[in-house]
């Protein structure tokens, strides 16, 4: 069973930076891609980005696309958020996940992290 454990979250002021990381450890890693979500109080679980793990090829939600980016280090079994140029409305807590298909569903993903808080406040 592969495990995944964020880190990087934080209280960051409007404008500002992130960059989540997403470690993988257990078997080895053979899921088609890893996903980023968010939710927010209230909300429901958000899709944010999605990285295909072999080739690296992006995808990413309307909302963020022109101010995050998902990365990946193979050789490292980890994967990345940075995000840019933070609104208020980005504050949720931050999830990754990976998925043994090409979706954005929530349901699709089969091994999720525990989270990690990013909070955009001055």
């Known amino acids: 069973q592969v495990q995944l454990v964020e880190s990087g979250g934080g209280l960051v002021p409007p404008g500002g930076s992130l960059r989540l990381s997403c470690a993988a450890s257990?078997?080895?890693?053979?899921?088609?891609?890893m996903g980023w979500f968010r939710q927010a109080p209230g909300n429901k679980r958000e899709f944010v980005a999605a990285?295909?793990?072999?080739?690296?090829?992006?995808y990413l939600a309307n909302s963020v696309n022109d101010r995050f980016t998902i990365s990946r280090d193979s050789a490292q079994n980890t994967g990345y958020l940075q995000m840019n140029s933070l609104k208020p409305e980005d504050t949720a807590v931050y999830y990754c996940a990976v998925t043994r298909s090409w979706t954005t569903l929530p349901i699709n993903y089969d091994i999720w992290g525990q989270g990690t808080q990013v909070t955009v406040s001055s």
């Open positions: 257990g078997r080895t890693f053979s899921h088609f891609a």
């Open positions: 990285i295909a793990w072999s080739t690296g090829d992006p």
